[in-house]
């Protein structure tokens, strides 16, 4: 395997050879399931998509539970060269109530810093909105945190570090580390040997007040299937409810490298 520091120090590349690096970033769509953690219970499905227009790669996802509630997310990264991850322009995540009325919404422009965090709650709703005056340029919000994460592991960074967009429940920007707990990991939900990743934020001086109160992160990765995605266990948002998501196994519908 071969670090990113060691791939940008090797100016022998031909173009064909620095284009594979940065499609290293890259994913397809896929379709996924949606468990109540700790059970065999299906209580959604969703679908990611990733389109080129003007530069920009947009990720679209929309996820449907069965008692009518669903989420619609959009974000879009710029893409960089010489085998640098991409960099993110706007993100937007919408979750909506079974009868179509917003249940909560956040997003961020990356350039601008406007940043979004709005509840709505029974009629009453509880607005966060502010500038981000520093936006690093490592900061991943939804699904572009997953161009990151495969994209590292496929070039075998022994450790992946970066920025998170949050709202707990204000607009933050979080530093997260991503540590393996298992590289050999088995998981009833997913065939073969996965790599098993422990996202943690990063929150300062916070972190004994705040960090005990913010669930944990897990993704599953595959190895022998180009280290693509095969699930996460997370929140939909700040204590909003708790999910177990798996890709669906069909090479034809998977997270690929272009």
Not at 27 to 37: G, R
Not at 189 to 205: A, H, Q, S, T, V
Request: charged fraction near 20%.
């Amino acid at each position: 395997m071969v670090s990113i520091c060691a791939l940008l120090v090797l100016i022998s590349w031909n173009r064909a050879e620095a284009a594979a690096v940065q499609n290293v970033y890259q994913l397809s769509a896929t379709d996924t399931t949606i468990f109540a953690p700790g059970s065999d219970e299906i209580i959604g499905h969703g679908h990611y998509s990733l389109s080129h227009a003007d530069g920009l790669d947009t990720v679209e996802g929309e996820n449907k539970y069965l008692d009518g509630e669903y989420d619609q997310e959009q974000q879009s990264v710029r893409p960089s060269v010489n085998g640098l991850p991409p960099v993110l322009v706007r993100y937007r995540h919408r979750y909506f109530n079974a009868d179509g009325t917003l249940q909560y919404e956040d997003g961020l422009d990356a350039t601008t810093g406007e940043a979004v965090c709005r509840r709505y709650d029974s009629g009453s709703s509880d607005i966060r909105d502010s500038i981000l005056k520093s936006i690093p340029p490592d900061t991943y919000a939804g699904a572009t945190q997953l161009m990151l994460l495969v994209g590292r592991l496929r070039l075998g960074a022994p450790d992946i570090t970066f920025h998170s967009f949050n709202c707990i429940p204000d607009p933050r920007i979080v530093a997260i580390k991503a540590t393996r707990l298992d590289e050999a990991a088995t998981w009833s939900r997913y065939p073969g040997n996965l790599i098993k990743l422990e996202m943690k934020p990063d929150l300062g001086w916070l972190n004994v007040l705040v960090a005990p109160f913010i669930p944990k992160i897990y993704g599953w990765f595959d190895s022998s299937d180009g280290f693509n995605y095969a699930g996460g266990e997370f929140d939909r948002y700040y204590k909003g409810r708790h999910v177990l998501m798996v890709r669906t196994h069909d090479a034809s519908a998977s997270l690929a490298v272009h």
